[in-house]
């Protein structure tokens, strides 16, 4: 446990005595407070705790958790000490900027006031250059700032109240400073004057004292929830899909916190209202990438789909919902055609040799034949459309023959069309050797 000084409330008693009450405080330091446009737009919330002076709150939607405009008399926000019908939550807050690390806003205390983190409330003090320790020694002294390389703030925080006495250090030499993690706050500040009567050592989070099953305080950033936007599907070449058509649905994922996707959930209907039973619900698994692969088995021909889609980021906060509709399905009705043929022979083939190509492989979907194999037996892949060798043959007899007079190698296509009109190829190559002419040798007879 940390010495506390108990000689700080005196010190809290005799400022206020100086000043005025806390009434008094909330007049003296109500325009900066507008200056600084805190509250619900800042990233900072919760309570610190001191033993000194009690409860310090980072930001005023803390203490207006029924958004009526007044302060709550709830227990879980006794930091705030106000009047739900009459007192007025002005709006402040602390706020980190996740690009430099820099603090800025006012927490409050109902016993000394306002707490400063603001560049212009400390005279000769700047935002931390680099989020260092090291930075803020001697004449380079700092606000706080959050370094995310080594999760420690580092700089100094302002007690309005105290004048130069009000220097609240995030972090020292001691093992304990303020640190950042998973967006809570831990570990400790210090307060202290050349009397020895400051505040003494303020709490960020009841971990600390083991404290957290009396009253579960800390210090916290807001955790922005991640936004998902361009919702696209893709599929497979139709001559792929197969039996079991699948589809891949994209989304593109932004977060301002920085975090990344750390679940998502995928739904899919074949109603726009969703009203109807789910035909796919993959429920939250944990999941980094921005596209999802619908199991096999799941899509059908000839049907229209919409589909949902949202994540979470890795602090666990709830996206959108991107809602679209994926139709590649509603118009073809049935699998495309299989490709596949046989060459007889299948080595060794010669220059002038006859060859049979049989396509008996291939096949046909749903309640349709096929009506037509069209052979390209030098086909060329970069100019398909312009065959050089042709030749189509009747469904009923699909086998042919042909022969090639050159050594070389030939890449061999056949396309196949259904009677529905569906076409596929697919292509193979052969390799065609030299005929060698016999040994001629001379023999007396």
């Known amino acids: 446990m940390k010495q506390y000084f108990k000689t700080k409330i005196l010190l809290v008693l005799s400022v206020l005595g100086v000043i005025g009450v806390v009434s008094g405080i909330l007049v003296e330091y109500e ?6 446009q805190a509250g619900a737009g800042h990233n900072v919330l919760g309570f610190a705790w001191s033993e000194n002076i009690g409860w310090i709150s980072f930001n005023s939607s803390n203490c207006d958790t029924d958004n009526n405009g007044f302060i709550d008399t709830d227990a879980i926000t006794q930091g705030c000490g106000g009047d739900n019908l009459t007192d007025i939550v002005f709006d402040y807050g602390v706020n980190v900027d996740l690009t430099t690390g820099n603090f800025s806003g006012y927490a409050w205390s109902s016993n000394v006031g306002w707490i400063s983190f603001q560049e212009n409330d400390a005279p000769n003090y700047e935002f931390n250059s680099d989020c260092s320790d090291a930075s803020c020694i001697g004449e380079n002294n700092c606000t706080a700032c959050y370094n995310s390389t080594d999760n420690n703030v580092y700089g100094w925080a302002k007690i309005l109240t105290s004048g130069d006495d009000g220097w609240l250090k995030m972090n020292g030499a001691w093992n304990d400073g303020v ?3 998973n967006n809570s706050f831990a570990g400790w500040a210090w307060n202290d004057d050349n009397n020895n009567m400051g505040i003494g050592w303020v709490s960020f989070n009841c971990s600390n004292n083991a404290s957290c099953g009396v009253s579960d305080y800390k210090v916290y950033l807001r955790n922005n929830p991640p936004v998902i936007v361009n919702g696209g599907s893709s599929m497979a ?27 998502c959930q995928i739904q899919i209907s074949e109603d726009i209202a969703f009203t109807l039973p789910l035909k796919y619900d993959s429920g939250k698994v944990g999941y980094s990438s921005n596209s999802w692969t619908v199991p096999a088995g799941i899509l059908e021909y000839g049907k229209e789909y919409w589909y949902k ?3 979470w980021d890795s602090n666990d906060a709830e996206s959108n919902v991107l809602s679209c509709n994926f139709d590649g399905l509603k118009n073809i009705s049935h699998q495309y055609p299989t490709v596949a043929f046989s060459h007889n022979p299948a080595v060794n083939i010669k220059q002038f040799q006859e060859i049979i190509f049989d396509p008996v492989f291939s096949q046909s979907y749903g309640s349709t034949s096929i009506s037509s194999f069209e052979w390209d037996f030098d086909y060329d892949e970069t100019n398909p459309t312009e065959p050089s ?11 042919t023959t042909y022969s090639y007079a050159e050594e070389e190698i030939y890449e061999i296509n056949l ?5 529905d009109g569906y076409s596929c190829s697919d292509s193979k190559t052969i390799n065609v050797g030299s005929t060698s002419l016999p040994d001629w040798k001379e023999v007396n007879p």
């Not at 325009?31 to 600084?36: F, Q, Y």
């Not at 039996?243 to 989304?251: E, K, L, N, T, V």
């Not at 396309?415 to 009677?419: A, F, G, I, P, R």
């Open 309 to 311: 889609v949202k994540v």
């Open 237 to 263: 070449g139709v001559c792929e899909l197969g039996a079991s058509p699948q589809a891949q649905f994209i989304w593109a994922y932004s977060d301002l916190d920085g975090n990344v996707q750390g679940a």
């Open 415 to 419: 396309k196949v069309t259904d009677s």
């Open 179 to 181: 640190n950042i993690s």
């Open 31 to 36: 325009n900066n407070i507008k200056i600084s």
């Open 389 to 399: 060798l042709d030749d189509s043959t009747d469904p009923v007899d699909p086998t």
